[in-house]
């Protein structure tokens, strides 16, 4: 019977090749399934507040593409971990969700769209947070939360509260309507949340290297 801790290094060693490349055909997937319905979406041409509101919900789906595929990426070449099953399902998950976040571009659905994207993101937060507290305690991660507890109350804050922001934009353009000021705030909001995950990611990503954060 084979050394259970040569399975593990090897499961070490070949998951993340495995995992990005199942990642990135899912992404493909999805920029696929979103390009098809802005195309097809006769209110993103009509022009108006209603064209600007919905191209800005497009915009926040390819950064939400982008995000998941920056934080997985720098996620697999930062850290080390004995995967799990679990692991090898979350793209699945992810990626449906995604293809929902493209499917769902329509007016009418737009109060979903921000319960649906305020799930993903509770989701993901979560997802990240169990693989953190085990690639902790895994001996060739050693020093890299010398300074920094990333399942602490302090960095789940912020993700909690956009997750509560998410959903609360959800009931407004619900109560308020789809096309109106209250959703241009809300899905300007949700394109903002995430360009500060992508300069997060940039953030830790340069820490890990020991780049100067002036520059890439």
Same mark, same amino acid.
Not at 5 to 12: D, F, H, N, P, S
Not at 20 to 49: K, P, R
């Given at each position: 019977?084979?050394?259970?801790?040569?399975?593990?290094?090897?499961?070490?060693?070949?998951?993340?090749?495995?995992?990005?490349?199942?990642?990135?055909?899912?992404?493909?997937?999805?920029?696929?399934?979103?390009?098809?319905?802005?195309?097809?979406?006769? @209110? %993103? #041409?009509?022009?108006?507040?209603?064209?600007?509101? +919905?191209?800005?919900?497009?915009?926040?789906?390819?950064?939400? =593409?982008?995000?998941?595929?920056?934080?997985?990426?720098?996620?697999?070449m930062r850290l080390v971990w004995v995967p799990s099953i679990r692991d090898s399902i979350l793209p699945f998950i992810i990626g449906g969700a995604e293809f929902l976040l493209a499917?769902?571009?329509?007016?009418?659905?737009? @109060? %979903? #769209?921000?319960?649906?994207?305020?799930?993903?993101? +509770?989701?993901?937060?979560?997802?990240?947070?169990?693989?953190? =507290?085990?690639?902790?305690?895994?001996?060739?991660?050693?020093g890299l939360w010398d300074d920094f507890d990333p399942y602490g109350i302090g960095a789940l804050a912020g993700p909690v509260g956009v997750v509560g922001l998410l959903a609360v934009a959800g009931i407004g353009v619900w109560i308020w309507g789809a096309t109106g000021l209250v959703a241009l705030f809300a899905v300007g909001f949700a394109n903002f949340a995430l360009i500060v995950q992508i300069l997060a990611i940039r953030y830790f990503w340069n820490k890990s290297l020991g780049l100067d954060q002036g520059g890439d």
């Open positions: 019977m084979a050394d259970p801790q040569v399975i593990r290094e090897r499961a070490k060693n070949r998951f993340p090749s495995v995992l990005l490349t199942l990642l990135s055909i899912i992404q493909a997937l999805a920029l696929e399934v979103l390009w098809s319905n802005f195309s097809g979406s006769d @209110h %993103l #041409w009509a022009g108006g507040l209603g064209a600007v509101i +919905g191209w800005l919900q497009v915009s926040a789906v390819f950064g939400a =593409i982008v995000v998941v595929w920056l934080f997985y990426s720098s996620l697999m499917e769902m571009l329509s007016p009418e659905l737009r @109060h %979903l #769209w921000f319960f649906l994207f305020a799930g993903i993101f +509770g989701f993901s937060t979560w997802t990240s947070t169990t693989i953190f =507290i085990r690639a902790r305690h895994d001996p060739d991660n050693a």
